[in-house]
């Protein structure tokens, strides 16, 4: 069964920092491609990052590019979102979530494309 626990959240100022973690249990996570989602109350799902477990490919939303980092650390099955320059409209719940893919494949960025979830993480940046 696999599991994914996201912490790291909590309130920060505008223009501050928070690194999320998301925790991974229950496969070998090497041929998996691992996003971040957030959601903020009265609004979808949206896509922020995703990173290739295998061969570390990275993609980025928009709107996070150049202010947001993902990362993984394989010998502790953890994957990170580091999260600078906080504006408050990335006041969200944010979610990890994963799904298998082939080697070499397009990294996944909408949410129906992933099969696990975490239970979110909130993220609160105050103006």
């Known amino acids: 069964q696999v599991q994914l626990v996201e912490s790291g959240g909590g309130l920060v100022q505008a223009g501050g920092s928070l690194r999320l973690s998301c925790a991974a249990s229950g496969r070998t996570f090497s041929t998996y491609a691992m996003g971040w989602f957030r959601q903020a109350p009265g609004k979808e799902r949206e896509f922020v990052a995703v990173?290739?477990?295998?061969?570390?490919?990275?993609y980025y939303a928009d709107s996070v590019k150049g202010r947001f980092t993902i990362s993984r650390d394989n010998a502790k099955n953890t994957v990170y979102l580091q999260m600078n320059s906080l504006k408050p409209e990335d006041t969200s719940v944010y979610y990890c979530?994963?799904?298998?893919?082939?080697?070499?494949?397009?990294?996944?960025?909408?949410?129906?494309?992933?099969?696990?979830w975490g239970q979110g993480s909130q993220v609160t940046v105050s103006s």
């Open positions: 990173i290739s477990w295998n061969d570390g490919r990275t």
């Open positions: 979530a994963a799904r298998r893919i082939a080697i070499a494949t397009p990294l996944p960025k909408r949410k129906y494309e992933y099969d696990y």
